[in-house]
C-alpha cells in the first residue's frame, strides 16, 4: 500500500490515541495502560517508524543521500526529543502537574507531523505520484 499510507495511518493514530493514552496512564489501572501502550506505542509508533528506513532515503537524490537523512533525522530528533524532557518540564510546572500539556505537545507535533506528510510524495515502486503503476511502466 506504500510507505506514505502506513507512516499517515500511524501518525493519526498517535495523535488521537494521546489524549487516551495519558488518560489511561493517571489512572493507575495496569490493564488500561497496556492497553494504551499497545495502541500508541505498538500500533501507532510501529507504523511511523517501519517505513522510515526505505521512504527516507528515497526522498533525496543518491549523490546526497546521506547527508539529507543525517539532517532531517538530527533535526527531528532535536525537536521531538532532545529537547522533549525540558519542555515537559516546564509544561508541569504551567499546567500544575497535570498531563493535559504533555498531551497537547505530543498531540501538535503529530499534527505538525501529518502536515508535512501530506506535503511529501509517495515514493514506493508502483505507487508512485498517488496512483498505482506497474514495472513495466517506469
Request: proline share 5%.
Amino acid at each position: 500500500i506504500g510507505r506514505k499510507p502506513v507512516y499517515m495511518m500511524g501518525a493519526l493514530l498517535i495523535v488521537i490515541s494521546i489524549v487516551p493514552f495519558f488518560y489511561a496512564l493517571s489512572q493507575n489501572s495496569y490493564w488500561l495502560t497496556q492497553i494504551a501502550m499497545i495502541v500508541a506505542l505498538t500500533l501507532g509508533h510501529s507504523m511511523c517508524y517501519a517505513p522510515q528506513a526505505s521512504w527516507f532515503p528515497e526522498l533525496f537524490p543518491t549523490h546526497i543521500r546521506c547527508s539529507g537523512i543525517a539532517v532531517i533525522w538530527q533535526v527531528g530528533s532535536l525537536i521531538g526529543s532532545g529537547v522533549l524532557g525540558l519542555v515537559a518540564v516546564k509544561i508541569l510546572q504551567a499546567t500544575d502537574g497535570h498531563w493535559y500539556g504533555l498531551a497537547l505537545y505530543v498531540a501538535v507535533l503529530g499534527v505538525i507531523s501529518v502536515v508535512g506528510l501530506l506535503r511529501l510524495p509517495e515514493t514506493a515502486p508502483g505507487r508512485r505520484d498517488g496512483e498505482y503503476h506497474t514495472w513495466e511502466q517506469h
